[in-house]
């Protein structure tokens, strides 16, 4: 599933590889997307994808962040490396045990609760091909979040039980982007 905002950032709850692997209670690691696998939502990222992004924030001496469920008001650790391989984007990054989301999350993982990554990002260039797919060829990466519902069903662990309908998580996604313009909007709406 992914949405695009008024501010044209796009999130995917997607979830590539087998596994979300926690170290020492903190340290995480994991792909953040695959190239070349198509997602429920018709998007392929292409190799390279993130290249231009990745060293952008390099230049400028920052991150991806990383957040909660796609909530900026949430950034719950840090990703201290953030590359692209052969099969996509793999991530390494430390969940802060000071902040008390960093806490949960890390118990979430442990216990099996939360195996899901999720890119949010803004498409700077794609094409469709003759199958009505949008190949992603760059990303303008923003923040990758540990989430509750991954994409891909099929790339979950430990799942137990039926996985939402699509249906389910387009009213999940309106939810976080309901709430999302809320805290940009502040408290006054």
């Not at 997607?14 to 190239?35: H, K, P």
């Not at 008390?100 to 990002?121: F, Q, T, V, W």
């Not at 069903?153 to 009213?171: C, F, Q, S, V, W």
Request: glycine residues 12%; charged residues 30%.
């Amino acid at each position: 599933m992914n949405f695009e905002s008024k501010s044209g950032l796009e999130v995917k709850f997607c979830r590539a590889d087998g596994a979300v692997t926690l170290t020492d209670g903190i340290t995480i690691e994991g792909y953040a997307s695959y190239f070349g696998v198509p997602d429920k939502g018709g998007d392929v990222v292409q190799r390279g994808a993130y290249a231009a992004s990745l060293k952008a924030l390099r230049a400028k001496g920052r991150n991806v962040k990383m957040l909660w469920q796609h909530d900026p008001a949430q950034p719950i650790g840090t990703w201290d490396e953030i590359r692209e391989d052969e099969k996509g984007l793999y991530v390494k990054g430390r969940l802060l045990d000071e902040v008390e989301k960093g806490r949960e999350a890390a118990a979430l993982i442990e216990a099996g609760a939360i195996d899901g990554l999720s890119i949010g990002y803004r498409t700077k260039k794609a094409t469709k091909n003759d199958r009505g797919q949008r190949l992603l060829h760059e990303l303008e990466l923003w923040e990758v979040s540990l989430v509750t519902f991954p994409m891909l069903p099929e790339a979950r662990i430990g799942a137990k039980g039926e996985l939402p309908e699509h249906d389910d998580l387009r009213e999940l996604a309106g939810a976080i982007e309901a709430a999302r313009q809320i805290l940009h909007s502040g408290p006054e709406g």
